[in-house]
């Protein structure tokens, strides 16, 4: 029987393919046992129990990601401005009528303590220097949608990002 020689075109190739077939194997490999690093998020607590409202809510926020920002939007022909994303999904996804700027949406609704946020509640941002200046609607595990600019659009944020924490001014409810 030959045997064949290292420099035989042949099998270098089959050594290559060897060799990255076992080198893609130890990447896929470690990939998946690597720990995944995240923002740091409040201590995880006990499940809130079901919610249908606020899960409609949650639910339907989601359904708007990649919507155009529109300043004054109200409605997804046009584009959302914040304010007007936070009425959208509380009329479509809720059956509850809201209306009013960021600052007004403040006022109108109950204070909470950041550690009992449920999907559907409200998070206020200072982005404008002024109070109250960005809402969004919290959705669950440290995470708010909201029509961020004109070149986003509405997207999903972390609450522990850095620019969102720098400005996070308090979590709301307008629910029970």
Do not use: M
């Given at each position: 029987m030959k045997r064949a020689r290292a420099s035989d075109?042949?099998?270098?190739?089959?050594?290559?393919?060897t060799g990255l077939g076992l080198t893609w194997l130890s990447l896929i490999t470690a990939c998946s046992?690597?720990?995944?690093?995240?923002?740091?998020?409040?201590?995880?607590?006990?499940?809130?129990?079901?919610?249908?409202?606020?899960?409609?809510?949650?639910?339907?926020?989601?359904?708007?990601?990649?919507?155009?920002?529109?300043?004054?939007?109200?409605?997804?022909?046009?584009?959302?401005?914040?304010?007007?994303?936070?009425?959208?999904?509380?009329?479509?996804?809720?059956?509850?009528a809201v209306k009013g700027t960021s600052a007004e949406?403040?006022?109108?609704?109950?204070?909470?303590?950041?550690?009992?946020?449920?999907?559907?509640?409200?998070v206020f941002f200072n982005t404008l220097g002024a109070r109250h200046s960005h809402v969004g609607v919290y959705v669950g595990g440290g995470r708010f949608v909201h029509a961020s600019n004109p070149r986003t659009g509405v997207r999903v944020d972390h609450l522990s990002s850095r620019y969102y924490a720098q400005r996070f001014e308090g979590a709301h409810s307008l629910l029970e």
């Open positions: 075109p042949l099998t270098l190739r089959r050594h290559l393919i046992t690597a720990p995944v690093s995240r923002p740091a998020e409040p201590a995880a607590q006990t499940p809130a129990p079901y919610n249908k409202v606020r899960n409609d809510l949650a639910l339907f926020a989601l359904s708007l990601l990649d919507t155009p920002y529109k300043w004054g939007g109200r409605g997804p022909a046009t584009g959302f401005d914040c304010s007007g994303l936070v009425a959208h999904i509380y009329r479509k996804g809720g059956g509850i949406l403040g006022r109108k609704s109950r204070p909470i303590d950041r550690s009992a946020l449920l999907p559907g509640d409200l």
